[in-house]
């Protein structure tokens, strides 16, 4: 097991610079072993470098240098983002050098149990409404990870009697070797970064990794609807516990009744269902009704039966879960309503960079949708979407490096109000562009969804950005 003292005087290195690589370092310095950071980008791009100089710490930016790594290295503290065929990694590898995401280094030092939630959709949402739950429940949760704050700075403050909740991306969990959540969560797999992973196999195992050290006494909770999901869990460490909204369970959290499917259907007759946990005995609990839920669609209840497995899971009275349950909206950027501007509607998706997330916001609203898609291009056909832009859509502005690939799909569904905006030099006002020809092609009653199926990197330095430069043309239109 890793003693943070153990590393004093030994060097350690840090690739990439962020949040997350600024806490490894300061976190290695403070016992002091000997620090050396490393980011490709250029000094100017990296404006945590004067941070860290004047603590003494070593920052090497605009390349990597051959003897970066060594035979003297203790340790490789990497950037989630950055590949593993990146020369120091493989360097280190060749080495026999550890290399590891600061998520693991995290888990050695949290004082509290940890919370650990992954899953190619939903993550930030469900990660966001657990801490609600369990500040509720007078549980102390502190929520750090990948939905933006680095878990081993926040390993450092979270009280022992509390919980550390993590967003877990499939990034940092590669990284991980003796990462053990005493409660982990598997929302759902899709298809997805496979430009970093290489194959599915490599990003479903970056996965199940967060499961590998649990113990008998550890939770394992996951999504009975998704097969991989179900799959994985055969061999799952810790004790089992399932959530759906299309099955009945005999233990778990499920909608009861179930639902046909995890997508609306045609002529699907509506009745009062409840969200339900079922214990070991088989006895039934009703916490809340789904139209009771303050977030929208059967993915938010998905991610609503998660976060109330957790919060059971970590001892929380389900009582004290209803009201937070009906008044949470949601986070920024995940089918975030913006305004009503001309009488047409605007939601702020950004958050959405796969197909699947964002099949699942379109079903979750009403039809004469307007899409504005399209971003980084990963390889996808996006052929998957093809049967709701057929079903549900009135029209597609497409932009970013995938766009002639939204718009052939938005041609192939029958769409015949395509705008494919091509780019200017200022990806801003790309994006503006798309806003102005979404508006056009909606009449009041419409609604213009940015939910772009791919991540913002071709355009924007993040999903955030992407969303707040929406947004704002919304405002200004």
Known sequence: MMQLTSYRGRHVVVLGLARSGVAAAKLFHSVGAVVVVND????????????????????????????????????????????????????????????????????????????????????????????????AAGLKPLVAGNIGRP???????????GWLVAELSSFQ????????????????????????????????????????????????????DDETCRRLANDFQGKRFPFSVTRTLTQGIMVDPPYSSIRPAENEIEQERWIVS????????????????GIPGRHNTANALAAIAIALAAGANPQLLVEPLRHFRGVEHRLEFV????????????????????????????????????????????????????????????IGETREKIGKVAALSGLTNVKIVEPVE??????????????????????????????????????????????QSAHTL
């Open 278 to 293: 079922i214990d070991e005995d088989g006895e039934k609990n009703r916490i809340i009704r789904v139209d009771e839920l």
């Open 339 to 398: 305004g009503t501007f001309g009488g047409v509607k605007f939601y702020n998706d950004s958050k959405a960079t796969n197909p699947m997330a964002t099949t699942m916001s379109i079903l979750s609203l009403p039809s004469q949708l307007i899409l504005i898609a399209g971003g980084l291009d990963r390889g996808s056909d996006y052929m998957e979407l093809l049967p709701v832009f057929r079903d549900r859509l009135k029209g597609v502005a497409a």
């Open 173 to 224: 969990l590669k990284g991980t070797s003796e990462f053990r959540p005493r409660i982990a969560c598997l929302l759902n797999v899709a298809e997805t970064h496979l430009d970093y992973h290489g194959s599915m196999e490599d990003y479903v195992a970056s996965k199940a990794k967060m499961f590998e050290n649990q113990k008998n006494g550890d939770i394992a909770i996951y999504n009975e």
């Open 151 to 161: 878990l081993s700075e926040a390993s450092l403050e979270v009280a022992e009697d």
């Open 40 to 135: 490709k980008k250029e000094r100017e791009q990296c404006p945590e470098a004067d941070e860290l100089t004047a603590l003494g710490i070593s920052v090497v930016c605009g390349h990597h240098p051959d003897d970066l790594v060594t035979k003297e290295t203790a340790l490789l503290v990497k950037n989630p983002g950055i590949p593993y065929s990146a020369a120091p990694i493989v360097s280190a590898l060749q080495l026999g050098v550890e290399v590891v995401s600061e998520v693991e280094v995290a888990g050695h030092l949290s004082p509290a149990p940890i919370i650990g939630i992954t899953g190619s959709n939903g993550k930030t949402t469900t990660t966001t409404l657990t801490g609600v739950l369990l500040e």
């Open 426 to 471: 200022d990806a801003e006002q790309t994006l503006r562009r798309a806003v102005v020809e979404a508006a056009a092609m909606a009449a009041p009653g419409d609604i213009v969804l940015l939910s772009p199926a791919c991540a913002s990197w071709d355009m924007f330095p993040s999903y955030e950005v992407r969303g707040r430069i929406f947004k």
